[in-house]
């Protein structure tokens, strides 16, 4: 049969993924003039005009590049029809720069070109073509928790789900900034480090910041602005990595031995290059939703340490003099 059907598509844009798009498509088990596969279908991908073509292969730097050197991975489905993927290598520190992403939506459009070609020596008929647009909506919204277990991003894009994991990281530190497990000591500052495992990928800003106990909720940051600014600072170290400083009062919050504290909150997230535009989430949706990325931190508390001195009034001589405690 002359036929191509569309089958779906799935998208990857983990940290770690070296095909971050595939578009799967049947096409009909026609035999071509030449009696070989060669020339039996072509595909090429345009911009969302359908008319301006992206290559996608030869010199780079490509943003989308067509894996296997352009050829087009083939397996026999049924009968009727073979099945293909096209698969695509996609450099995301290009995407927010690129003609194909719509900075008022916050998606990548594209246009995916599929032909069934009939061959002879002297002539090339296309018989049947496909073309369509393909709209990938980007959610870089996250889940992790901070601490002991530690849960990675993850984004969904597009016109199907898309989990991108291992951008963003979340963890106590210390005033250096480095990771730090140990408890928090009453009268301690907290310090929170939020950070993107990739340069591609930046945190726009931290939306909000919340500290839990029981049934005690304590704001920290409410819509990007700090609750409290003289016990709380926001520091950007770089565009990928954010740091929250704050202090834990203790008539507040319990620092008896064993007790921790839930430190939840959520982040913007945005492509490098993108000028400060947020990323959307509105899967399938079309919306333009900010998105955020939550994140869920357990930090252990450790009561105040002994005092070190005391502070003694001699009665007789009206002088006050310390006494060292061990």
């Not at 071509?32 to 279908?41: A, E, I, M």
């Not at 929250?244 to 203790?250: A, L, N």
Request: charged share 20%.
């Amino acid at each position: 049969v002359w036929q191509i059907v569309f089958t779906g598509l799935d998208a990857n844009f983990t940290a770690t993924s070296t095909t971050e798009l595939s578009m799967k498509f049947d096409i009909g088990k026609n035999p071509p003039s030449d009696g070989s596969t060669t020339g039996r279908y072509s595909t090429k991908l345009y911009e969302k005009d359908c008319a301006t073509e992206i290559a996608t292969s030869g010199t780079g730097p490509l943003l989308f590049t067509l894996v296997d050197n352009g050829r087009i991975s083939k397996s026999p489905a049924n009968s009727t029809f073979d099945a293909i993927d096209l698969l695509y290598d996609v450099n995301k520190a290009m995407i927010a720069a690129s003609s194909v992403w719509n900075s008022t939506t916050n998606e990548i459009e594209i246009c995916q070109e599929v032909q069934l070609i009939e061959k002879s020596s002297t002539l090339e008929m296309v018989i049947v073509e496909d073309k369509r647009v393909i709209t990938i909506n980007f959610d870089l919204s996250a889940s992790f928790d901070l601490g002991v277990d530690l849960e990675e991003a993850a984004l969904t894009s597009a016109n199907t789900t898309t989990n991108v994991k291992d951008y963003v990281n979340a963890y106590k530190c210390d005033e250096s900034f480095a990771e730090d497990n140990s408890p928090l000591v009453a009268n301690d500052e907290l310090f929170v480090c939020i950070e993107s495992s990739s340069i591609d990928v930046e945190i726009e800003d931290i939306e909000s910041m919340t500290i839990k106990q029981d049934d005690i909720d304590l704001p920290v940051i409410a819509s990007i602005a700090v609750a409290y600014p003289a016990i709380t600072e926001k520091i950007v170290l770089s565009a990928i990595k954010q740091v929250v400083m704050t202090r834990v009062p203790s008539n507040v919050i319990s620092f008896a031995p064993g007790n921790v504290i839930i430190v939840d909150g959520s982040v913007t997230m945005q492509l490098v290059g993108s000028s400060g535009r947020m990323l959307q989430t509105a899967l399938n949706t079309g919306g333009t939703e900010a998105v955020t990325t939550s994140f869920d931190i357990k930090v252990a508390l450790q009561p105040e340490a002994t005092p070190k001195d005391v502070l003694a009034l001699n009665s007789a001589t009206s002088l006050a003099s310390k006494t060292s405690i061990a």
